[in-house]
């Protein structure tokens, strides 16, 4: 897998974001550290990024079905709000589908085309969170399926720190980029949600463990360059069968291509539907986060590595 880093004026702009905060000195990408406080150092990175673009690659093998797409994803923060756009166009069985998850910080727009359907569906987070306050025993939302909803990458790698155990950084490289490659399986205290107590009897929707990809030179200092969602299969009886040929990615996602966009404005990220038939799923989508609060057990695809 080729990674691209960002052109030198734009990478010079987005590294001097990065060393004006106190979040993260300039050697400290470099600097051998456990793996929760990287996790940690790299989402306040990118919470402190006002605006930001990626290219994306996704990849989702799942239920004897592959999906391969790619797209952009775009974040803004103004003031407390945190904006967030992502388009992807998917290849779904030899079919090319668009999805598009468009949020102001307190609505969100999904739209799926396809060459039969087009689906435009709203939901109110304003409203969910207002709900959602209301209950002393307020469920978090699956790391996997909610993250952009929540605030975008940062958010997803807070979730995955809290959720996961990772084991010591390893220092590699891909292409010419240096990067910490962190490896990660649930915390025990993390699987009784999902209405299991090992990690052997998960649904094969959710995974056995992540690895998360961290950029470690000071360009892009502890950019997440990839997020890959593993299973493990059973063992064969072959004695010849070696651990590593056991696992097997289930979702994948990569970032590339990343810059600054300082010309990005609030209007990027609001959405007007038009003419267009419009769904408005908040209430489905409370009662299904209502639904894994009363019974973990029950099934969800939210809970999913992101699959649109």
């Keep these: 897998m080729k990674y691209k880093v960002p052109s030198s004026p734009v990478a010079i702009g987005l590294l001097g974001l990065l060393a004006g905060s106190a979040m993260l000195r300039a050697d400290d990408a470099e600097r051998p550290r456990p793996a929760a406080e990287l996790l940690t150092a790299a989402a306040e990175n990118l919470g402190g990024l006002p605006a930001l673009e990626a290219k994306m690659r996704q990849r ?60 435009l569906e709203y ?13 002393a025993n307020a469920p978090k939302f699956s790391a996997a399926g909610n ?6 990458l940062d958010y997803l790698l807070n979730a995955l720190n809290r959720n996961f155990d990772f084991g010591p950084p390893a220092a590699t490289q891909i292409g010419e980029v240096p990067v910490w490659e962190l490896t990660g399986v649930w915390k025990p205290t993390a699987l009784p949600r999902y209405g299991v107590t090992s990690v ?68 990027h990220f609001s959405f007007q539907p038009n003419d267009q038939d419009v769904i408005d799923v908040t209430q489905r989508y409370l009662e299904r986060i209502v639904q894994r609060l009363e019974s973990p057990s029950a099934a969800d695809p939210e809970t999913a590595p992101d699959a649109p």
Excluded: C
């Design 60 to 119: 989702v093998s799942l239920f004897g079905h592959e999906m391969v797409g790619s797209g952009t994803y775009q974040q803004m923060t103004a003031g407390r709000q945190r904006m967030l756009r992502l388009e992807l166009k998917m290849d779904v069985a030899g079919e090319v589908a668009s999805f598009q998850q468009i949020s102001d910080g307190t609505t969100m727009w999904v739209r799926r085309d396809s060459e039969q359907t087009q689906r």
């Design 123 to 135: 939901i109110n987070l304003r409203q969910i969170r207002r709900e959602l306050a209301k209950r």
């Design 147 to 152: 993250w952009f909803a929540l605030g975008g």
């Design 200 to 267: 052997e009897a998960l649904p094969q929707h959710l995974p056995h463990m992540v690895k998360v990809t961290l950029g470690r030179d000071q360009q892009l200092p502890l950019f997440p360059y990839r997020i890959e969602y593993g299973r493990l299969r059973a063992l064969t009886e072959s004695p010849t069968e070696s651990p590593s040929s056991t696992y097997v990615a289930i979702a994948a996602m990569d970032l590339h291509g990343v810059r600054h966009r300082p010309d990005l404005a609030a209007r």
